[in-house]
């Protein structure tokens, strides 16, 4: 493996594994092929424009032609899929979106790397494949059981992907990650929405009675996870990366408002989400058998996450106050609170 094909690469996570390879990989190359969204930023990747080994490229998973040149231009050996429609909202608002990018989008880069004979197609999953887990932890082997369009659409992406491995051969692993935060995250997920609504002294919109459980993983241990898999994981498995611990929504959104000294009247519960599952927990044992490790809690994650927004506005104002982000803020919260 030498040149990284990175779709979705100008996201938060994939923007991260870019920083991460070409930091610790100085003979690697990486071409960012994305689309640009409303959640894909090349401000994301400012601090290595100038490097020569890192180039962008706009254009969308779903074209097979753009991918296919891509692939021949940068000689591309190994993609790396990051490229997805991602938030469960969204999902349950226009769940067609998710349907082309996160299968038929798999499938086109499936193709190209079978074309190709590229060494390696790996691609990045969620812990939300499996459902609500009320009790134990969710292992690789567990059946699928998909509750919302977003859920739904990664399944299919992963079970193409190993179909392609067992019918083609196509050398494929899959990691299926806990909920990321980190830098550069787009302020419709939970922690930089909090984050950045107690920065303004505004509301925190949180669903239900807050209870529900969620493993907050530091995006950089999530990179360290997948780097261990594309160098040492087993052709066609599936490994679980998170910290292999969860905590209550309510008691991030609080950990939030402690960080910043600021008052917990802030939280605003509202009418919960369809289908909204209760709680996702992760076994991590097999991916520690590969020499990895979680780095940070999920409270030393959230605090780190916290600071960098603060310290980081120039990033995130521009976004809030943009009319994309306020239709759908407006779309998603307006109405739905719940009187005390």
Known sequence: MRNFMITGGAGFIGSNFVRYLLDKYPDYHVLVYDKLTYAGNLDNLLDVHDEP?????????????????????????????FAAATHVDRSLMEPDEFLKTDVTGTYVLLEAARSHGLERYHQIGT????????????????????????????AGGDLMCIAYYT?????????????????????EK???????????????????????????QYVLDHCE???????????????NVGTGSEMHNIDMAHLILDTLGKPRSLIQPITDRPGHDR??????????????????????????????????????????????????????????????
């Open 53 to 81: 080994r890192y180039a962008f490229m706009r254009g969308d998973i779903c074209d097979a032609a753009a991918v296919d040149q891509a692939v021949r231009d940068y000689q591309i050996d190994t993609i790396v899929n």
């Open 127 to 154: 812990d939300e494949v499996y459902g609500q887990v009320l009790e134990g932890r969710s292992t690789e082997e567990d059946r699928l059981h998909t509750r919302s369009p977003y859920s739904a659409s990664k």
């Open 167 to 187: 019918s083609f051969g196509v050398p494929v692993t899959i990691t299926r990650g806990s909920n990321n935060v980190g830098p550069y995250q787009y302020p």
């Open 190 to 216: 939970v922690v930089p929405l909090f984050t950045t609504n107690a920065l303004d002294d505004k509301p925190l919109p949180i669903y239900g009675d807050g209870k529900q459980m969620r493993d907050y």
């Open 225 to 239: 996870g997948i780097d261990a898999v594309l160098h040492h994981g087993q052709l066609g498995e599936i490994y």
């Open 279 to 340: 709680r996702y927990a992760l076994d991590v044992s097999k991916l520690k058998t590969l020499g990895w490790q979680s780095r940070h809690t999920c409270a030393e994650a959230i605090e780190l996450t916290v600071r960098w927004y603060a310290q980081n506005q120039w990033w995130w104002r521009k976004i809030k106050s943009g009319e994309h982000y306020q239709a759908y803020y407006q779309q998603q919260y307006a109405g739905r609170e719940v009187k005390s």
